[in-house]
């Protein structure tokens, strides 16, 4: 394994090696979704920055591939693959010397860079902030920097993780046990939203308000799980083990919360009040997304109408609810899942080595 420390280093000017450019911005009313179209990348610190993909345009102007990009506001770098878009305050960095693994290591050097400097939101890093700053980079021989290194070393680091994922998905595999072919639901059952769940509000946190930390804030996206930031600004919306559940922007859609988060007050918090796990709320999850359509074109569901929304679960004998089902059924698709993915990982390692 290569190491940071067996190598020189030595302070570069930015601007001295690559090209930092204004990215044109496009607000989100100017674009339209699309699962096969361009990355819409923004100033968030989550998912490699991308919102969403949307559809090209002759009217765009694209960012280059195998760049960086850069946030004003929230100070991250982020490498980008293919081609894109962003939203407002947005930055470019290009070099000839870019790829996918010279990326990924100039995104940690750029961080450390910046690291203590005090940027973030109230003091955006704007592009003429960065390029007249320095970074430290390994060298070579000739004093150059050294991107043959840059490339090994995070090729490593990439084998390294493939493999550590891949035991842990076998090992999740393996203890994932589903007795969906035994079971089967009695009936099926329309239940209100209200009689077998507790809804609670979120509440507002501006972005003035809303201080970085290590706590997820889950707004109303369709993306990352429901996280939009995080942060260190708790509040009275502070819950786990809940779905929280969209009743503006992207609405209906809805994520499994087992970690301590924060919710938006455009996200309900959504609570069985039996048989609440991951794989029953899971079930519910994809129960509720089924009434997407009904909640379209400003006809917001709001917590009346969660807790009127009639919804089908499958019940047992005794007329209960069947968790049991519910839970199997998850945990086989899951086993399902887990197992695919161990295909594409084997595959992975065995091209990388």
């Known amino acids: 394994m290569l190491k940071l420390d067996s190598i020189e280093w030595r302070e570069f000017r930015v601007r001295d090696i690559f090209h930092v450019t204004n990215s044109k911005p496009y607000h989100k009313e100017q674009v339209i979704k699309s699962p096969n179209g361009v990355p819409y990348i923004t100033r968030t610190s989550i998912n490699n920055g991308l919102v969403d993909t949307i559809e090209n345009s002759d009217r765009f102007v694209l960012n280059a591939s195998n760049s960086i990009s850069l946030g004003a506001e929230n100070a991250d770098f982020f490498y980008q693959h293919l081609e894109y878009v962003t939203g407002n305050k947005m930055y470019s960095i290009t ?5 996918r693994y010279v990326g990924l290591f100039l995104v940690m050097c750029f961080r450390q860079s910046i690291e203590g400097a005090g940027f973030g939101y109230g003091k955006g890093l704007t592009g003429t902030r960065f390029q007249n700053r320095n970074i430290m980079l390994p060298i070579d021989s000739e004093n150059k920097p050294n991107w043959v290194f840059m490339g090994e070393y995070m090729k490593a680091i990439e084998s390294q993780i493939l493999d550590h994922a891949l ?37 507002r946190l501006t972005k003035n308000e809303m201080k970085p930390g290590k706590t997820p804030f889950i707004g109303s996206t369709d993306s990352n799980n429901g996280i939009t930031e995080f942060t260190s600004s708790i509040n009275s919306s502070v819950d786990q083990n809940v779905l929280g559940v969209n009743y503006n922007g992207s609405v209906v859609e809805n994520f499994y919360h087992p970690y301590e988060c924060i919710f938006s007050d455009d996200v309900k918090r959504v609570e069985l009040k039996k048989g609440g796990n ?7 999850k994809t129960i509720i997304l089924a009434q997407k359509e009904k909640y379209q074109y400003g006809y917001k569901f709001n917590a009346h109408r969660m807790k009127k929304q009639k919804i089908q679960l499958p019940i047992n004998r005794q007329g209960e609810i069947d968790y049991e089902f519910m839970e199997q ?25």
């Open 278 to 284: 991951k794989y029953t709320y899971l079930f519910l």
């Open 167 to 203: 035991k842990f998905l076998i090992n999740k595999s393996l203890k994932t046990n589903s007795k969906i072919g035994s079971l089967t639901p009695y009936r099926w059952k329309d239940f209100q939203l209200g009689e077998i769940c507790n809804i609670k509000s979120g509440v």
């Open 95 to 99: 070099g000839e010397h870019i790829n």
């Open 329 to 353: 059924t998850m945990k086989s698709i899951e086993k399902k899942q887990i197992n695919s993915i161990i295909s594409y990982f084997s595959l992975k390692i065995n091209k990388t080595c």
